[in-house]
Nanobody, 119 residues
Framework: QVQLVESGGGLVQPGGSLRLSCAAS????????MGWYRQAPGKQRELVAT???????NYADFVKGRFTISRDNAKNTVNLQMSTLLSEDTSVYYC?????????????WGQGTQVTVSS
C-alpha cells in the first residue's frame, strides 16, 4: 500500500521559516516526479514546486526565491524549505508523486499538513 505522509506544518510568524517533509512508503520516490501543492480555504489547489526524478526543479512565481524543494532518495523523502513566509502562504500543503508508465500513470497524494502564517 502506498502512503505519502507530510509533516512539519504548524504556526509561524510572518517572515519565519518552516521545513515540510513528505515521507513515502510502498514506493521508491527516486523514480517519481514529486510536487508540493497547497490549498487555502475557498481556493483551488495550486502548484507550489516540483522536482523531477533527475532533480530538475520548478517553482511557482509566488514562491521563487523563498521556497526550496529537495529530495533525499536515501531517506525516501521530499522536502520543502519555506522561508520569508507571508500570511498568504497559509494553506494546507500536499505532496504528490507521479510517474508515467506507458498508457498508464501513477499518481499519489498525501493527506496534507497545515501551515498557518500569523502573528
Amino acid at each position: 500500500q502506498v502512503q505519502l505522509v507530510e509533516s512539519g506544518g504548524g504556526l509561524v510568524q510572518p517572515g519565519g521559516s518552516l521545513r515540510l517533509s513528505c515521507a513515502a512508503s510502498g514506493i521508491a520516490l527516486r523514480i517519481y516526479d514529486m510536487g508540493w501543492y497547497r490549498q487555502a480555504p475557498g481556493k483551488q489547489r495550486e502548484l507550489v514546486a516540483t522536482i523531477t526524478s533527475n532533480g530538475n526543479t520548478n517553482y511557482a512565481d509566488f514562491v521563487k526565491g523563498r521556497f526550496t524543494i529537495s529530495r533525499d532518495n536515501a531517506k525516501n523523502t521530499v522536502n520543502l524549505q519555506m522561508s520569508t513566509l507571508l500570511s498568504e502562504d497559509t494553506s494546507v500543503y500536499y505532496c504528490r508523486a507521479t510517474r508515467a508508465r506507458g498508457f498508464f500513470s501513477d499518481d499519489y497524494w498525501g493527506q496534507g499538513t497545515q501551515v498557518t502564517v500569523s502573528s
